[in-house]
C-alpha cells in the first residue's frame, strides 16, 4: 500500500479510536457509499421479492437479501480503501468493480464463513490483500489475534442496533394509535403474524432491507479503521512515514549543500589552493620532528595483537580443542541468557510467620484470635437479645401494626367502593341538596366526585359534544372551551382543579369555599338527572 498517499492521520489508537475513524470515514464519504448501495440493494430487493412472490415464499426473500450481505459489503470497503489512499472512484467506478472485485473469496464468505463473527475485519484482509488461500490464513491470525474480541463486540453491537431499529419502526406505527384502540391493534398483529399474509411478508422485508441499509455500510467502516489501526500497529506505518518525510528532508538539504560547494569551489582559484597545501605540508613535517625528538615514555604505544597460535597454544584451529573451546563459550550463560525452569509451587502457599529467622519478637496470633472470637460471639448475643427483648414486648407493639394494617386495608376497600358506586348510581333530582347532605355527613370525597360529574354532564348538555369512555379531566378540559360565556368556562375549571386536589392529594376545600362554589354552579349549570353512564366520565 502506498502508505505516502494516505489521508488518514496515523498514530496509536486503541481499538476503539480505530472502530471511529472508520465510521468517521464512512460518514465523510456517505453521499458515494448509499449511492451505490442502493443502486446495487434496491434491485437485489425487487428481484428477491418477485421470486418470493412466484414461490409463494415471500419469506425467504427477507432470507435471501440477509445472506447476500458479503456481497454488498464490498460497496463500502471499495470507496474506503481507495478514498483513504487519496483516490476516492466514481460511482460509475465502484458499480464496475462490483463484477469481478474479490469474485473468488465471495463464495466462501457466502456458504462457510457466512456465519462469521468477525466478518468486518476479515473481508480487508482477504479482499485488499490479495493473498493466496494459505496466506490469507496466516494473515487473518495476526491481524485478528490482539482484536478479535472487539472486532466480536463491534458485531454484537451493530445486530443489537438493527434490532432496536425494527423495534424502532414498529413503535412509529404505535404512536400513531390512539391508545383506545391499542388492544385491538395488538390482537390483530398477533392474528396477522400468525396467519402471515403476503404483506406482512412484504412489509418486513422492506423494514428489513431499511435496517441494513442504514448500518452495514458503517458496520463495514468499523471493520475497515480496525483493520488499518492494526496494520499500523504490524508494520509501524507511522514511522516508517516519518522516517520517509525526514529522508525527503535530508536529500533536499544535502542537494542544497551541495550546490554550494560546488559554487564554492568554482570561485576560489587555483593558486588559493596551492598555498593551502604548501602550508598543511610543512605543518605535517614540523609535527614529525617534534615526535622523533620526544622522550621515549612518552611515545605512543602499539600493542601488536596476538596470534591465535598464541592463545590456543600448539593445538591446531579446526582441532578437537578448538572445538571444545567453542561449545563452551556457547554453553555461557551470558551468550544464552534464557533457559526454562520447572518446579512445583503449592496453589496456597502458608505464608511465613517469621521473615527474618534472627528475629525472635512477642508472637500475638493468640492475642488477635481471642478477641476475633470475642467479638463474634458478642455479635450473637446481641442478636440473641433484640429478639428476646421483641418476643417479650409483641403484645405491644403487635397490635399496632396490625390496626395501622387493617385501616389501610379497609380504607382502600371504601375508596373502591364509594368510587364503583359513584360511578354507577345517576344523578339525584336536587344535585346541589345531595351534595350537601353527603359534605355534611362526612363524605367530602363523594360530595365532590357528585359535584365534578354535575359539572360534567352540564357541561356535555350545553356544548352538545360527545366524550369518549374513560373521559380524563384534561379532555373534558378541552370539551368545556365550546362553552359559550367565560365565566362558565372559569366556573368548569375550578370544579376541575378542586376534584383532583380531592383526588389526587386528599386535600378538600373549607367548608365557606365549598358553599361558595356550590352556589356559583348553580346559578350557572342547570342540574339535570341524567345518567353519567351515559357520556362516559371516569371518577377516580
Known amino acids: 500500500m502506498k502508505i505516502d498517499t494516505l489521508t488518514v492521520t496515523l498514530r496509536p489508537r486503541t481499538s476503539w479510536e480505530a472502530i471511529e475513524l472508520g465510521m468517521a470515514l464512512t460518514r465523510h464519504h456517505a453521499r458515494l457509499i448509499y449511492g451505490a448501495w442502493l443502486l446495487l440493494t434496491l434491485p437485489a430487493l425487487l428481484l ?3 421470486i418470493g412472490w412466484a414461490l409463494h415464499s415471500l419469506w425467504a426473500a427477507g432470507l435471501l437479501l ?46 462457510w464463513r457466512r456465519l462469521g463473527p468477525v466478518r468486518a475485519l476479515y ?11 494459505e496466506r490469507a490464513r496466516a494473515r487473518r491470525q495476526v491481524v485478528s489475534s490482539s482484536i478479535y ?21 414498529l413503535g412509529l406505527v404505535l404512536i400513531f394509535i390512539p391508545n383506545i384502540y391499542l388492544p385491538g391493534v395488538f390482537e390483530h398483529v398477533s392474528a396477522a403474524v400468525k396467519a402471515s399474509p403476503w404483506w406482512f411478508s412484504l412489509i418486513a422485508n422492506v423494514a428489513s432491507w431499511l435496517v441494513m441499509t442504514a448500518v452495514e455500510p458503517f458496520y463495514i467502516g468499523a471493520g475497515f479503521g480496525l483493520y488499518i489501526n492494526r496494520r499500523t500497529q504490524l508494520e509501524a506505518w507511522d514511522i516508517e512515514l516519518n522516517f520517509r518525510r525526514l529522508r525527503a528532508r535530508l536529500t533536499q538539504a544535502a542537494s542544497a549543500l551541495a550546490c554550494l560547494l560546488a559554487l564554492g569551489l568554482a570561485v576560489v582559484p587555483q593558486a588559493g589552493h596551492a598555498a593551502a597545501a604548501r602550508t598543511c605540508a610543512a605543518q605535517m613535517a614540523q609535527q614529525a620532528a617534534h615526535d622523533e ?8 604505544l602499539v600493542a601488536e595483537p596476538e596470534s591465535v597460535q598464541h592463545i590456543f597454544g600448539d593445538q591446531p584451529v579446526g582441532g578437537t580443542s578448538f572445538r571444545r573451546a567453542v561449545e563452551q563459550a556457547y554453553a555461557d550463560p551470558s551468550l544464552s541468557p534464557k533457559h526454562k525452569l520447572v518446579s512445583w509451587k503449592q496453589r496456597h502457599p502458608v505464608p511465613e510467620k517469621e521473615l527474618d529467622p ?36 409483641a403484645r405491644r407493639w403487635l397490635p399496632w401494626f396490625s390496626e395501622v394494617a387493617a385501616r389501610a386495608k379497609a380504607t382502600d376497600d371504601e375508596n373502591v367502593q364509594r368510587s364503583e358506586v359513584t360511578e354507577q348510581a345517576s344523578l339525584p333530582d336536587d344535585v346541589p341538596e345531595a351534595i350537601r347532605q353527603l359534605w355534611y355527613a362526612g363524605r367530602q370525597r363523594e360530595a365532590l366526585a357528585m359535584l365534578y360529574r354535575a359539572a360534567v354532564e352540564a357541561m356535555v348538555t350545553q356544548t352538545r359534544t360527545m366524550l369518549v369512555p374513560g373521559a380524563t379531566e384534561a379532555q373534558c378540559l378541552r370539551a368545556s372551551r365550546q362553552l359559550a360565556e367565560r365565566e362558565d368556562r372559569d366556573a368548569f375549571a375550578r370544579v376541575v382543579r378542586v376534584w383532583q386536589y380531592a383526588a389526587y392529594a386528599q386535600v378538600f376545600p373549607s367548608t365557606d369555599a365549598f358553599e361558595s362554589l356550590l352556589s356559583g354552579l348553580k346559578q350557572r349549570f342547570v342540574w339535570r338527572s341524567i345518567t353519567s353512564a351515559a357520556h362516559g366520565v371516569a371518577v377516580r
Open 48 to 50: 428477491a421479492n418477485a
Open 66 to 111: 440477509w445472506w447476500l450481505k458479503p456481497l454488498f459489503d464490498r460497496v463500502p470497503l471499495y470507496v474506503l480503501s481507495r478514498a483513504a489512499f487519496g483516490d476516492i472512484p466514481s460511482l460509475g467506478q465502484t458499480l464496475r468493480a462490483q463484477r469481478q472485485w474479490g469474485g473468488k473469496w465471495m463464495w466462501s464468505y457466502l456458504i
Open 123 to 133: 473481508l480487508p484482509v482477504d479482499l485488499l490483500e490479495g493473498s493466496t488461500a
Open 149 to 169: 474480541g472487539v472486532s466480536l463486540m463491534l458485531t454484537l453491537m451493530c445486530s443489537v442496533f438493527g434490532l432496536v431499529l425494527q423495534l424502532g419502526l
Open 293 to 300: 625528538d620526544a622522550p621515549a615514555e612518552t611515545k605512543p
Open 358 to 393: 534472627t528475629y525472635r519478637g512477642l508472637d500475638l496470633s493468640g492475642l488477635g484470635n481471642l478477641i476475633a472470637v470475642i467479638g463474634k460471639f458478642a455479635l450473637w448475643g446481641l442478636l440473641a437479645a433484640l429478639v428476646i427483648t421483641l418476643a417479650l414486648t
